[in-house]
């Protein structure tokens, strides 16, 4: 419970705790920032970090006439982060996948699921790992699920750098030209937590329309789902 009080605090008031790092790090914060965005979509057990609200805090402290942070350099470097921590999720999940689902019997980690996932990404992956950079704690599993989806290394890499530079730069220099603004400053934590809300939505319609889609099958059949 104290962890997630912390974590609330952190996400309520970032830019403060964001203006006091980059007072006490300097030029060191560009390596802090790197690391949690690397983190957040290359490590599968760190689904939680606020990486789109951070990006946007960021953008609001470089906007700061005291500040010393370089708006080119940031967007480099976060976007390297990006990139490179969702192909190692890629690559983890391609070398691991094949031998965690290699099991006939077992009720999730099977080889039905296993193609099942190939066949997934070979039609919807590149969609997949777009959009999925804009959804918290998909954007950390996407990859790591086409990786066990092998799907094709070109093509993955192709939507992981386009949606890499449409989340970054997005995010960050809305908040370096907007965040800024007396009404932005005054009401930063509820722009914060709306720029969380906005982000869950892709999650909650997904659910909604798997639901609904679920409910279809069950009433009709599995030939009537489609047109429900």
């Known amino acids: 419970m104290d962890r997630l009080l912390q974590l609330l605090?952190?996400?309520?008031?970032?830019?403060?705790?964001?203006a006091n790092l980059s007072s006490s790090l300097g030029f060191w914060l560009y390596g802090l920032l790197f690391a949690i965005i690397f983190a957040e979509t290359g490590v599968i057990v760190l689904p939680f970090l606020p990486g789109d609200s951070l990006l946007f805090a960021?953008?609001?402290?470089?906007a700061n006439p005291e500040s010393?942070?370089?708006?080119?350099?940031?967007?480099?470097?976060?976007?390297?982060?990006a990139?490179?921590?969702?192909?190692?999720?890629?690559?983890?999940?391609?070398?691991?996948g094949p031998r965690v689902f290699s099991s006939e019997s077992s009720w999730l980690l099977n080889k039905q699921h296993l193609m099942k996932a190939?066949?997934?990404?070979?039609?919807?992956?590149?969609?997949?790992?777009?959009?999925?950079?804009?959804?918290?704690?998909?954007?950390?599993?996407?990859?790591?699920?086409?990786?066990?989806?092998?799907m094709d290394p070109a093509r993955f890499w192709m939507f992981n750098v386009s949606g890499a530079v449409c989340?970054?730069?997005g995010f960050l220099f809305a908040g370096y030209f907007f965040g800024n603004f007396p009404f932005v400053q005054k009401n930063f934590t509820y722009v914060i937590f709306g720029i969380i809300i906005v982000s869950l939505l892709p999650i909650v319609y997904e659910w909604y329309k798997a639901t609904r889609e679920a409910k279809a099958v069950v009433k009709n059949g599995p030939g009537d789902a489609g047109t429900g």
């Open 118 to 150: 190939q066949a997934f990404y070979e039609k919807h992956g590149g969609k997949a790992i777009f959009l999925a950079r804009f959804a918290p704690i998909i954007r950390t599993f996407a990859p790591f699920v086409a990786g066990i989806g092998k």
């Open 167 to 169: 989340w970054v730069g």
């Open 68 to 81: 010393q942070l370089s708006l080119p350099l940031m967007f480099v470097l976060l976007l390297v982060a």
């Open 58 to 62: 960021i953008g609001t402290l470089i």
């Open 9 to 18: 605090d952190v996400i309520r008031h970032m830019d403060d705790h964001l």
């Open 83 to 96: 990139i490179i921590g969702d192909a190692v999720n890629y690559l983890v999940g391609r070398s691991i």
